[in-house]
C-alpha cells in the first residue's frame, strides 16, 4: 500500500513538472506546437489544468476558435478554468460570437483573479456598450496603474477622455500610444493630433497613409490630410480630393 502511494504520489510530480514545462514553451520559449503536445498527452491523462491551457493556445495563436472554445467548455465543467483562459474565453465571446455581455462575464471573472490584461477590455466592453462612464474610466486607469493598457483599450480610454471629459491634452498621450503599438483605428487620430498641434508634419502624414490602407480614414480626418496636402505640401490636387471625401461623408469646415 506504502509503495502505491509513493508511486501515485511520483507520477503526480512528474505529471505537474511536464505541464510546468508545456507552460514554460509557450510562455518563454514561444513553442506552441510543442507545447500542444505535451498538453494533449496531459489532457489524454486527465491532467485537468491542462485542459483550459489547450483553448488559449489554440485561440490566440491558432484562431481555432471551435475547438478552443471545447476546451474552455471542458474546463469550466470541471472547475479548471483559470484566469488566463477566462479571460481569452472572454475575449472569443466578445470578438467572435458578438456576445459581449458574456464575454464582459468572463473577463471580470479573469479580473477578479487578478489577470491584468482583462482591465482594459472591460473598460473597452463598459465604454463602448454600457455607456458607463466612470466604471470605465476606473477599469482603464487600473490597467494604466498595472502597465497593462493594450493598444485597442488605450484608443478607446484617448476617446472616452476627449469626447466624455474634455482632457485632451490627456487623451493625445492614449491615442499616440495605440497607433505607435498598430491599432489601426488610431492612425487617423494621432494623425490629426500631429498636424493640427504642428507636432510633426511628416510624421502626419504617414500615419495618415496608414489610416488610408487600413480603410480607417474617417471625413474629419480625411479634411486634415487634404488641408495638410494644400497647405503643407503645395499639392492642391490631391488635397482638393481629400477635402471632397470629407465633404461627402458629411464633415465640411466652410
Known amino acids: 500500500m506504502k509503495l502505491r502511494r509513493k508511486l501515485k504520489k511520483a507520477s503526480s510530480h512528474n505529471t505537474a513538472v511536464l505541464y510546468e514545462r508545456a507552460v514554460d514553451l509557450y510562455l518563454n520559449e514561444n513553442k506552441p506546437d510543442e507545447s500542444l503536445r505535451i498538453l494533449f498527452k496531459l489532457a489524454k491523462s486527465h491532467y485537468k489544468k491542462a ?19 471545447k476546451w474552455f467548455r471542458e474546463a469550466e465543467k470541471i472547475g ?14 466578445y470578438l467572435e460570437k458578438d456576445d459581449w455581455k458574456l464575454g464582459l462575464n468572463y473577463l471580470l471573472k479573469a479580473a477578479e483573479k487578478g489577470y491584468e490584461l ?5 473598460g473597452t466592453i463598459l465604454y463602448l456598450y454600457e455607456l458607463d462612464f466612470y466604471q470605465a474610466e476606473r477599469w482603464f486607469e487600473k490597467a494604466v496603474k498595472e502597465e497593462a493598457l493594450l493598444a485597442p483599450s ?19 498621450k492614449y491615442f499616440k500610444q495605440s497607433a505607435e503599438e498598430g491599432f ?71
Open 118 to 122: 482583462a482591465y482594459g477590455d472591460i
Open 184 to 254: 489601426e483605428l488610431a492612425y487617423a487620430e494621432y494623425a490629426s493630433i500631429l498636424y493640427l498641434d504642428k507636432i510633426d508634419v511628416d510624421e502626419a502624414e504617414v500615419y495618415f497613409k496608414k489610416a488610408e490602407e487600413a480603410n480607417c480614414l474617417s471625413a474629419p480626418h480625411a479634411y486634415n490630410y487634404g488641408e495638410l496636402l494644400i497647405i503643407e505640401r503645395n499639392e492642391i490636387e490631391t488635397g482638393k480630393r481629400y477635402l471632397e471625401l470629407a465633404k461627402a461623408g458629411g464633415y465640411d469646415e466652410e
Open 80 to 93: 479548471v478554468l483559470l484566469e488566463e483562459a477566462s479571460y481569452e474565453y472572454g475575449m472569443l465571446h
Open 51 to 69: 485542459f483550459g491551457e489547450i483553448g488559449v493556445i489554440l485561440y490566440r495563436e491558432k484562431h481555432d476558435v471551435e475547438n478552443a472554445e
Open 154 to 172: 488605450a484608443f478607446y480610454y484617448g476617446q472616452l477622455l476627449m469626447l466624455e471629459r474634455n482632457e485632451l491634452e490627456k487623451s493625445k
